[in-house]
């Protein structure tokens, strides 16, 4: 029997009903594959290879865990495709698996900067299992919004642009434009819709000195039913290698994060959230880890360093 708080019964509504259903990413600027199918490095014969995982709320029963595994590489100098593999895990209750692929196709508009346009398709795998659903009381949970289990896939798609020069970015994305409806009852009336989920990131280099990098960015992200969410973080890289930074999410945590280049092509990093909203009495705070692989296909010996790349 699954023995379990009404937090979590929140935290499931909150997941199925309209809100903010996609995962929350602190250290976007290194997800960007995954929130924006435009994005693009340009780097020839590498391949990109990233994993994330975030525990959310830590000390709240139910609460989230999100993992995704992403790559992507250019196939010519105006062609990138990738893919991404998204978890997300609430109260091992409600589980949703989203495998996408990626195609983004890069405009030089050369000494103005790039910009590409992107797409994503794939497929969403969404399981509810309410099987002895009790509250801490150990009364049966009986409300007929969950007392039946789902087991869905259904075909999903996103697009997005993605603009930038070497100091700096804009990303426009809907990574999800379908509406997938979840919950129906009384004769074909859905109470569940997943919302498409608007993003606006940016960010921007600036050079203090030779050893020392401001990198400023933002994330925003809008869906019907919620507030908007804005994410605003301000990193310093020092040497190009050691980077580390804090982030306030408007009305809901502050962050703190650091990362390094551990070698030319490994990049690992970590964050954490201290929650200021209504859940932050009940809980120690949120972790990320990150860990970022570039792979040379070809093992290209090009005979210089290209510039690190900062997003």
């Known amino acids: 029997m699954k023995k379990i708080l009404v937090s979590l019964l929140t935290l499931i509504s909150s997941a199925i009903l309209f809100a903010q259903q996609d995962a929350q990413y602190t250290q976007y600027m290194y997800n960007m594959s995954v929130i924006n199918p435009a994005y693009t490095t340009g780097n020839l014969g590498i391949v990109n290879l990233g994993a994330l995982h975030r525990t959310q709320w830590v000390g709240v029963d139910g609460a989230p865990k999100s993992s995704n595994l992403f790559a992507h590489t250019p196939i010519n100098d105006k062609v ?11 109260g091992d209750v409600v589980k949703e698996n989203n495998l996408y692929a990626d195609f983004a196709y890069k405009l030089d508009l050369e000494e103005y900067g790039n910009l590409s346009l992107g797409l994503k398709a794939g497929v969403t795998f969404f399981d509810v299992n309410f099987d002895g659903f009790m509250l801490e009381s150990g009364d049966v949970f009986t409300d007929p919004d969950f007392a039946n289990n789902i087991n869905k896939s259904y075909f999903n798609a996103g697009l997005g642009a993605y603009y930038n020069k070497d100091n700096y970015y804009v990303g426009l994305s809907i990574p999800n434009i379908l509406n997938a409806k979840h919950l ?13 989920h608007v993003f606006l990131t940016g960010g921007y280099v600036y050079e203090i000195n030779d050893l020392f990098k ?70 120690s705070g949120s972790h990320e880890i990150f860990v970022l692989y570039d792979f040379d296909i070809f093992n290209l010996d090009r005979g210089f360093n290209k510039s690190p790349r900062f997003f």
């Open 80 to 90: 990138e495709v990738g893919f991404s593999l998204i978890n997300d895990n609430i």
């Open 184 to 196: 129906d009852r009384d004769n074909g009336r859905y109470q569940g819709t997943e919302q498409m």
């Open 214 to 283: 401001f990198k400023p960015a933002f994330m925003t992200k809008m869906v019907k039913g919620a507030p908007i969410s804005l994410d605003i973080t301000g990193n310093v890289l020092y040497n190009d290698q050691i980077e580390f930074g804090l982030g306030y999410r408007v009305n809901d945590a502050f962050s703190a994060m650091v990362n390094v280049r551990a070698t030319p092509e490994l990049r690992v990093g970590y964050a954490y959230d201290h929650t200021t909203g209504n859940l932050g009495p009940f809980s």
